[in-house]
């Protein structure tokens, strides 16, 4: 049975940090390329960052050198690192293994972000 357990959310004020973690089971952890998603309601799901196989990283432009993924195979942990958080951050936030065409979501982790 595979699972993707979030954590780490919660709520915190502007330019504040939060890491976020997505621990995987079930999977061969390093054979997937994992992503962060978030989703605010009534808007799409937005992909807000990628860590391949090889650690290459990849950012939506709106996250872009104020977060940071990062992943421990040996855990099977992937990680994201915000900071310089904004009210617009606010979100669910969902992890995402994907070997296409196999993908599993979490079950996603609320980000407040408010004074």
């Known amino acids: 049975q595979v699972q993707l357990v979030e954590s780490g959310g919660g709520l915190v004020q502007p330019g504040g940090s939060l890491r976020l973690s997505c621990a995987a089971s079930g999977i061969i952890f390093s054979t997937y390329v994992m992503h962060w998603y978030r989703q605010v309601p009534g808007k799409q799901r937005e992909k807000v960052a990628t860590?391949?196989?090889?650690?290459?990283?990849r950012y939506a432009d709106s996250v872009k050198g104020r977060f940071t993924i990062s992943r421990d195979n040996a855990k099977n942990t992937v990680y994201l690192q915000m900071n310089s958080l904004k009210p617009e951050d606010t979100a669910v936030y969902y992890c995402?293994?994907?070997?296409?065409?196999?993908?599993?979501w979490g079950q996603g982790t609320q980000v407040t972000v408010s004074s």
């Open positions: 860590i391949t196989r090889g650690g290459i990283t």
């Open positions: 995402n293994a994907d070997d296409f065409p196999r993908a599993y």
